[in-house]
């Protein structure tokens, strides 16, 4: 019997105030506020006492409340009251708050909708740039009316608010759709239909089968009568298979609505956060006449939003977080922004055509008012000043006119390119998801692009970070072996005979008897596997003679559970905490299952402790070797280890397996202390992992198991084409590093001419001198690598290959010393040394890295100088940090759930697919995004430039050279689409020549395409095009009468003439570029023309009622009267476009005298291939040598 001890303060003269408390189970200390303000934050003992002070079952029960609220206020925790039935009925029952359960993902409301959009809208800075602009032309008297840069920026504005505005749409539909369901609540012994978003937390709610639970419930009871389901967690983790959840052990009876209304019960559990696999909590469950009973709560009795319950008819549930408050919806928060290199040079040359902008407003300015000096060129007799001007400060004039200039030349800066470039990346972000040959018949599904923001980034990738099991290879375990006290057992065991094979110094004969079926009970014993009654479907999938599959989160302990079977013992299922198995005499064997030590990636091993029909008492326990070889006998090691390390050579998972018997004191220690662990609200994991690793001491090792995990398909031949492309691929594992350094082989990642470097404990050794040692290898290998080794001088592009190939393999406790060096080690430098010694790598292998590590090595790559593009794929959640942290997330659809998936910017059903994805799509996308950043500072320098030069015939006098029209039109509806279609449909070169020869991937490296050399290019090209635009038709109008007749043409002709030579110059630029024509690229181009033309026609052909001057009236049509003209016009395209004709003249010829003079290599074969033994794949099981 156990009582509290409520220690008063000294000024309380020492009284002690006693409180009896019967069949609780507590932890031995805890801090509570206490009830007394004048002993606040004592601490409270649980102590036996002899001597009690009687008091009634209602003052426990409220002492019990306060002890409760006190932990809540501590640890932040919520009391939940089941049904809303007050424990005491004496006490006034006041609800907690807490938030209803409607969801929101919606990001506006109608009466938000426009200033917040706005608001967002203009924190653009070329947003906010033409904002100021339209502003200037509305307040000061500028040449050019304000529609002229408000129409485009009314455009870019709408469009993208219409794009925001339906996808938020798109949003409250799915969001009404989900709090408009109906569900059933049971209230007064009766279901209640309600809506979802009227749910209120400490409901009980009724969901029956196939149904999506509308909140968090705590699973109380089900239909079935040993109080499970089953639950598929597809839309939270993309898990497909069955996981199931048990109810509270006191609730399972309550299975009908009359039954679950008399429950008296709250619910302490952690504040809503949004880790899917973790939970906190207990419940405290008040019978009539009886003491309150508690049972902790786990992530086994909490069923999600958003889950679907599976062969199960109906369950209750108490309702404990609700709406945004749903682990479902808080894990909906947005990631972090990743910005592409393409941005980062957008921004830098929209820095240069500022510059631009403001010295050519400079020289205007400046020249006008020295052209002004001149008295007569200042104030002309046919055109005075007012005295309002006379009287104006010349500095305010000048800013003035300043600014007039900047309206008039503003144009320049693209603003339209933004919304081209949103569309752009948007659209074109389909043909990955539309690409059949990344669509997977197994899974049914295709590519997943999650951002379109980064399309561009996967052709400039230089480092590739990869997870091994479930990206690499297939994670679809297939049972090879097992050794039992080192004999080592490949076929099925017989009476007769034990094993067909030996291996090396492996054990002859055969284990002892007893041995082999101990060994096969732990593995029939030692896992979370549960059994699925199959269906019709399922007899097809399953084994033909039996009425059942395995089910589990693990391959892994499928495979285990399906070798045990094929050599006699079969697992038959879990029924009322009693697991049974059939043995190889067909005799049935009972287990009372009494806990289960769950795997995590820490202990790296889980246990159960079971009890035999004959009441002895078992743990036993299977783990990686790193894990369980220290907590066995030392002697009982070494005879196994041998067989371990010869899997692992072969390319093997391996697991050791172990068992202690139990007495019954220890279990009762064991029990007590788990039972403590479990009730705690706060560091409960810490906890147990305490009582776990007591109680995983002192074992007996009987054997251990190896299981194959095949290399996926191709995956050999991805990663030799992402090495021929210049790329570095570095492996992250958490396996073993004998493991992983046989799949690097397999995968081709290393060579056998590969020197490998090696950073692992084996080397560093792990004694008080590894730091010492860990110095002398750093330094070794940077000499090798770095200050013995010649500068290139010059050559390919990413030439990292030197003439002697290195690998690196480092483990995850080697990385923390470089990463973490102790504070008296002198070596701080090491993270330098290592990234330095990495860089130069062909490959590197990181084996026993955990998720948090993983992230730091690509964190360390991402920010060394020159900030490479990095890209990081994987298939589990321990790969979602890394994929976080990447440049480019790649997300595997694998059989680890779709952790990573989601959490990526990308996601592909196998790791294969990454090839065409980087060097298809990813090539393309950067040459087409490159194009149309460079083709729209090119066209909008073309038609400021003859605007600009102008100004030098005009007196400065801020007369614009186009029409308001055509300076609204021009980048809206006469260049726009042809640049468009060119950047979502271009194919410089054949896809299938992208994929075959990986080398034209580093054509377009190091952002190639957006360098300032080319830029400087374009920039020139358009400089140069200006100047024939405005000069040619200059010294056409050397003779302003272009007519027979004599008749003068003006100045709004020669501004018309050049615009047209502009806008069929600069759109017939873009059709020379196009190398691959479809019926959209010639409907756009030509279409865009004729467009051009008939609008003026029309612009010109009417007289519009709302201009004030008509000065644009038939002034096309009588232009195009003149032979001149058309001459002229023709003349001037062909010079513009003359140099550009030339340079793909030459450089064709060049191309094909150079493909005559070499033969073409395979761009496969730079880097033999060779394969150790025992190392297959599914695309080429035969290449064994």
């Known amino acids: 019997?156990?009582?509290?001890?409520?220690?008063?303060?000294?000024?309380?003269?020492?009284?002690?105030?006693?409180?009896?408390?019967?069949?609780?189970?507590?932890?031995?200390?805890?801090?509570?506020?206490?009830?007394?303000?004048?002993?606040?934050?004592?601490?409270?003992?649980?102590?036996?006492?002899?001597?009690?002070?009687?008091?009634?079952?209602?003052?426990?029960?409220?002492?019990?409340?306060?002890?409760?609220?006190?932990?809540?206020?501590?640890?932040?925790?919520?009391?939940?009251?089941?049904?809303h039935r007050p424990v005491s009925e004496t006490d006034a029952y006041v609800a907690q708050k807490f938030c209803d359960n409607r969801i929101v993902s919606s990001k506006y409301t109608l009466w938000n909708f426009l200033p917040k959009n706005l608001f967002e809208q203009f924190r653009r800075i070329a947003n906010f740039y033409f904002l100021i602009i339209f502003l200037v032309q509305v307040i000061v008297d500028t040449p050019t009316s304000p529609v002229t840069s408000g129409l485009p920026l009314f455009f870019v504005i709408t469009v993208t608010a219409i794009k925001q505005g339906y996808e938020d749409w798109l949003r409250h539909r799915a969001d009404n759709e989900v709090n408009k369901s109906n569900v059933f609540i049971v209230e007064n012994a009766k279901q209640v239909q309600k809506e979802s978003e009227k749910i209120k937390v400490g409901d009980i709610v009724e969901v029956k089968a196939d149904e999506t639970f509308p909140c968090d419930l705590i699973f109380l009871a089900s239909s079935s009568s040993d109080g499970t389901c089953y639950v598929t967690t597809a839309s939270l983790d993309g898990e497909s298979n069955f996981k199931t959840h048990y109810a509270v052990r006191d609730t399972t009876v309550l299975c009908t609505d009359e039954a679950i209304d008399t429950l008296t019960a709250t619910i302490e559990c952690e504040q809503p956060q949004p880790d899917l696999y973790k939970f906190v909590g207990r419940i405290?469950?008040?019978?009539?006449?009886?003491?309150?009973?508690?049972?902790?709560?786990?992530?086994?009795?909490?069923?999600?939003?958003?889950?679907?319950?599976?062969?199960?008819?109906?369950?209750?549930?108490?309702?404990?977080?609700?709406?945004?408050?749903?682990?479902?919806?808080?894990?909906?928060?947005?990631?972090?922004?990743?910005?592409?290199?393409?941005?980062?040079?957008?921004?830098?040359?929209?820095?240069?055509?500022?510059?631009?902008?403001?010295?050519?407003?400079?020289?205007?300015?400046?020249?006008?008012?020295?052209?002004?000096?001149?008295?007569?060129?200042?104030?002309?007799?046919?055109?005075?000043?007012?005295?309002?001007?006379?009287?104006?400060?010349?500095?305010?004039?000048?800013?003035?006119?300043?600014?007039?200039?900047?309206?008039?030349?503003?144009?320049?800066?693209?603003?339209?390119?933004?919304?081209?470039?949103?569309?752009?990346?948007?659209?074109?972000?389909?043909?990955?998801?539309?690409?059949?040959?990344?669509?997977?018949?197994?899974?049914?599904?295709?590519?997943?692009?999650?951002?379109?923001?980064?399309?561009?980034?996967?052709?400039?990738?230089?480092?590739?970070?990869?997870?091994?099991?479930?990206?690499?290879?297939?994670?679809?375990?297939?049972?090879?072996?097992?050794?039992?006290?080192?004999?080592?057992?490949?076929?099925?065991?017989?009476?007769?005979?034990?094993?067909?094979?030996?291996?090396?110094?492996?054990?002859?004969?055969?284990a002892e008897k007893s041995r082999e079926e101990l060994f096969l009970r732990a593995l029939c014993l030692c896992h979370t596997v549960q059994i699925k009654e199959a269906d019709q479907v399922d007899g097809l999938i399953g084994h033909p003679e039996r009425k059942y599959t395995y089910i589990s989160s693990s391959p892994d302990e499928i495979a285990l559970v399906k070798g045990a079977e094929k050599y006699g013992f079969t697992f038959l299922g879990l029924e009322n905490d009693f697991m049974k198995i059939r043995n190889q005499k067909n005799e049935t064997e009972m287990y009372q299952l009494l806990h289960v030590l769950n795997f995590d990636p820490v202990r790296r091993r889980m246990s159960v402790i079971v009890r035999t029909t004959t009441g002895k008492l078992l743990l036993f326990c299977k783990g990686a070797d790193s894990s369980i070889f220290p907590r066995v006998q030392q002697e009982e090691i070494q005879q196994t280890k041998v067989h371990v390390d010869r899997n692992a050579m072969d390319g093997y998972r391996t697991l050791c397996v172990a068992f202690k018997e139990l007495t019954q004191k220890e279990y009762d220690k064991i029990d007590r202390q788990l039972n403590e662990a479990k009730m705690a609200l706060q560091d409960r994991e810490e906890k147990m992992a305490k009582v776990f690793e007591d109680t995983e001491a002192d074992m007996h090792l009987i054997g251990a198991t190896a299981v194959e995990d095949r290399l996926q398909e191709q995956s050999a031949e991805t990663i030799e084409a992402l090495h021929t492309a210049g790329m570095k691929v570095w492996v992250l594992t958490g396996d073993k590093m004998e493991t992983a350094k046989s799949t690097c082989y397999a995968c081709r990642l290393f060579q056998t001419s590969t020197e490998l470097l090696e950073l692992t404990v084996k080397v560093v050794g792990e004694n008080e001198r590894k730091e010492d040692r860990l110095h002398e290898l750093l330094m070794e290998y940077h000499k090798k690598l770095i200050q013995d080794v010649p500068k290139n001088r010059g050559g390919l592009k990413r030439s990292w290959t030197l003439s002697q190939e290195y690998g690196l393999i480092i483990d995850g406790s080697t990385l923390s010393l470089i990463l973490n060096p102790s504070q008296d080690s002198s070596s701080s430098n090491y993270k330098n040394i290592f990234l330095q010694i990495c860089l130069k790598c062909t490959a590197v292998l990181c084996c026993r890295m955990a998720p948090l590590q993983k992230a730091q090595i690509v964190r360390m790559v991402k920010n060394t100088k020159g900030s490479p593009i990095t890209l990081s794929v994987g298939d589990g959640a321990n790969d979602v940090s890394m994929i976080l942290e990447a440049h480019v997330g790649i997300g595997i659809k694998g059989k680890e759930g779709r952790q990573a998936s989601r959490n990526s910017d990308y996601a592909v059903p196998k790791f294969k697919h990454l090839r065409k994805l980087l060097l298809a799509h990813g090539h393309l996308y950067y040459v087409r995004i490159a194009h149309l950043v460079q083709y729209f500072f090119y066209k909008n320098l073309c038609f400021i430039l003859p605007q600009f030069l102008y100004q030098f015939f005009c007196g400065f006098s801020q007369q614009p050279l186009y029409d308001a029209a055509y300076l609204t039109m021009y980048n809206i509806c006469f260049t726009s689409l042809p640049i468009l279609a060119y950047s979502l449909l271009e194919q410089h070169i054949n896809i299938d020549t992208l994929t075959s020869d990986p080398q034209l991937y580093m054509k377009v490296s190091d952002n190639a395409m957006l360098q300032w050399r080319p830029f400087l290019y374009w920039t020139f090209l358009g400089a140069f095009e200006g100047l024939v635009f405005f000069f040619g038709v200059y010294f056409l109008f050397q003779n302003s009468s272009l007519e027979d007749n004599g008749k003068v043409f003006g100045n709004w002709t020669f501004g018309t003439i050049v615009f047209t030579v502009l806008v069929f110059t600069v759109t017939l630029k873009l059709a020379l570029d196009t190398r691959f024509w479809t019926w959209m690229n010639h409907f756009v181009i030509w279409g865009s023309l004729a467009f051009y033309v008939f609008f003026s026609f029309f612009w010109g052909g009417v007289i519009w009622p709302f201009l004030k001057q008509q000065r644009m009236y038939f002034v096309f049509a009588h232009m195009l009267t003149s032979l001149s003209t058309w001459l002229a016009i023709i003349l001037l395209i062909f010079i513009s476009l003359f140099p550009e004709i030339l340079l793909i003249v030459l450089k064709n010829i060049k191309e094909k005298s150079h493909q005559s003079s070499r033969k073409v290599p395979d761009s496969l074969s730079a880097r033999p291939s060779v394969r150790p033994l025992l190392l297959r794949t599914f695309s080429d099981e035969s290449s064994v040598l």
């Open 284 to 510: 405290i469950i008040y019978r009539s006449n009886q003491e309150p009973v508690a049972r902790s709560l786990g992530p086994e009795n909490l069923l999600l939003k958003g889950a679907t319950l599976k062969n199960t008819k109906k369950i209750y549930g108490v309702a404990v977080y609700t709406g945004m408050e749903t682990k479902m919806a808080l894990n909906y928060q947005g990631k972090s922004q990743k910005r592409s290199a393409v941005e980062k040079s957008i921004n830098a040359f929209l820095i240069v055509y500022l510059c631009i902008l403001l010295s050519k407003a400079t020289v205007c300015t400046t020249l006008k008012y020295v052209w002004q000096s001149n008295p007569f060129n200042d104030e002309p007799w046919y055109n005075e000043k007012t005295k309002k001007e006379r009287e104006t400060f010349k500095v305010l004039r000048m800013f003035t006119d300043f600014l007039s200039f900047m309206v008039l030349f503003n144009f320049i800066i693209p603003v339209s390119m933004y919304v081209t470039v949103e569309m752009q990346k948007f659209l074109g972000s389909f043909f990955i998801s539309w690409d059949k040959e990344m669509y997977d018949e197994e899974i049914k599904e295709g590519a997943l692009v999650n951002t379109s923001d980064l399309n561009e980034e996967l052709g400039q990738v230089e480092y590739v970070f990869t997870d091994k099991t479930g990206t690499l290879t297939e994670n679809s375990m297939e049972f090879i072996e097992c050794c039992i006290d080192g004999h080592k057992y490949k076929d099925c065991i017989s009476e007769v005979d034990g094993f067909t094979q030996t291996d090396g110094p492996l054990k002859y004969g055969k």
């Open 1 to 83: 019997m156990l009582e509290i001890s409520v220690g008063a303060s000294a000024s309380m003269e020492e009284k002690g105030y006693w409180f009896k408390f019967q069949s609780f189970s507590f932890p031995r200390t805890v801090h509570v506020i206490d009830p007394w303000p004048q002993a606040e934050g004592r601490v409270v003992e649980l102590i036996p006492v002899d001597g009690v002070l009687p008091v009634n079952q209602e003052t426990c029960l409220k002492m019990w409340s306060m002890w409760c609220a006190g932990e809540e206020k501590r640890v932040g925790t919520r009391t939940v009251v089941v049904g």
